[in-house]
Structures are given as structure tokens and as C-alpha cells.
């Protein structure tokens, strides 16, 4: 299995979020995606010095995750 993780993206977009793009990348490495979202109000905050009407944040995979297929024996 390979390693994964979650990074918070911030996004600074128009006006009623419409054309966002993204314009940082918090250092921080979350285990999950519910770790990442609890961590996004404090990682808004720490970012709202962006010169755009709305900033927004977004919850990115970072890494690679390998399936295991149907009738695959697991090892261990």
C-alpha cells in the first residue's frame, strides 16, 4: 500500500466563489480527510490575507493509495 496523506489547499476566488484557483499549500500533513477538514477554519484564518472577495479551502490527496483487486490474496 502506498502512502497517503491530505493537504489544505487554499483557494482565492471571485465574487459568490466563482472562479477559484488555488494560491497556497499549508505545510501540514493530515492522516485523514477528517483531520484535514477539522483543521481548515485555523488554516483559513491563518491565510486570509489573500486580495480576493472570498477565500476558500479545499481538502487535497496527496500521495498514492494501491487497491487491492477482487480475488487478490492479502499477505501478512
Given at each position: 500500500?502506498?502512502?497517503?496523506?491530505y493537504?489544505?489547499?487554499?483557494?482565492?476566488?471571485?465574487?459568490g466563489q466563482?472562479?477559484?484557483?488555488?494560491?497556497r499549500?499549508?505545510?501540514?500533513?493530515?492522516?485523514s480527510?477528517?483531520?484535514?477538514?477539522?483543521?481548515?477554519?485555523?488554516?483559513?484564518?491563518?491565510?486570509?490575507?489573500l486580495d480576493?472577495?472570498?477565500?476558500a479551502?479545499?481538502?487535497r490527496?496527496?500521495g498514492?493509495?494501491?487497491?487491492?483487486?477482487?480475488?487478490?490474496?492479502?499477505?501478512?
Amino acid at each position: 500500500m502506498g502512502s497517503v496523506f491530505y493537504v489544505i489547499a487554499i483557494l482565492g476566488c471571485g465574487d459568490g466563489q466563482a472562479d477559484c484557483a488555488q494560491q497556497r499549500i499549508e505545510t501540514a500533513h493530515y492522516a485523514s480527510a477528517a483531520q484535514c477538514q477539522a483543521a481548515m477554519p485555523a488554516a483559513l484564518q491563518r491565510n486570509n490575507d489573500l486580495d480576493f472577495p472570498t477565500i476558500a479551502a479545499s481538502c487535497r490527496q496527496i500521495g498514492q493509495s494501491m487497491a487491492q483487486t477482487p480475488g487478490q490474496n492479502q499477505r501478512g
